[in-house]
């Protein structure tokens, strides 16, 4: 009985570790600092602008570059997004600003399921505005984790502010193997 037993455990711990090996990556990927720069001047995509996605086994791993130009402080509630199913992690590394995130949100609006930001960038999200949010002031070196579903816009940039963004996609939302047009 003890033999059996043993077998069955052996086979079912083999076929784990075999299912598990398959769903690993055998490769690496970079982002290299001329791929950033080459998709901050690749004349389509916006302010949010996808570099690649990774299948990285469990899930996707994006990385994007976002670049903002100077905002000035309108004393109305900030205006900006939230993502529901992917958080980001921003690396900021120029410029700085003043971030807020969370709040109570008013006048939430989808974006279209069909939109580049939804289908490419961060997955299905709304814009909307916030009120009593926390504010930060940011700049370069400075990093901040964006939960997913959390509020975030900028209320104040004195210049701009540039950033990288590393987007974890445990649903797999968005698009793996995604090789932004400007380094393809």
């Known amino acids: 009985m003890q033999r059996a037993v043993t077998a069955v455990v052996a086979v079912w711990a083999a076929g784990v570790m075999v299912a598990w090996s398959q769903s690993r990556p055998s490769v690496s990927t970079a982002v290299t600092k001329a791929d950033v720069e080459a998709v901050l001047k690749y004349p389509e995509g916006g302010a949010d602008r996808q570099i690649k996605v990774v299948d990285v086994g469990r899930l996707n791993v994006a990385v994007g570059v976002l670049h903002r130009d100077a905002v000035k402080d309108t004393g109305w509630p900030v205006r900006g997004l939230s993502h529901t199913q992917v958080t980001e992690v921003y690396y900021?590394?120029?410029?700085?600003?003043?971030?807020?995130?969370?709040?109570?949100?008013i006048d939430q609006k989808p974006f279209p399921p069909d939109?580049?930001?939804?289908?490419?960038a961060v997955?299905?999200?709304?814009?909307?505005?916030?009120?009593?949010?926390?504010?930060r002031v940011v700049s370069a070196g400075d990093i901040v984790v964006i939960p997913a579903g959390m509020f975030h816009g900028w209320k104040e940039v004195p210049s701009h502010v540039t950033y990288v963004s590393i987007r974890p996609d445990p649903d797999r939302?968005?698009?793996?193997?995604?090789?932004?047009?400007?380094?393809k």
């Open 92 to 105: 900021i590394t120029s410029g700085s600003g003043t971030l807020v995130t969370g709040g109570t949100l």
């Open 115 to 120: 939109s580049e930001v939804v289908k490419v």
């Open 123 to 135: 997955g299905p999200s709304v814009t909307s505005a916030s009120q009593n949010g926390q504010t």
């Open 173 to 183: 939302v968005l698009p793996a193997g995604y090789v932004s047009p400007a380094i």
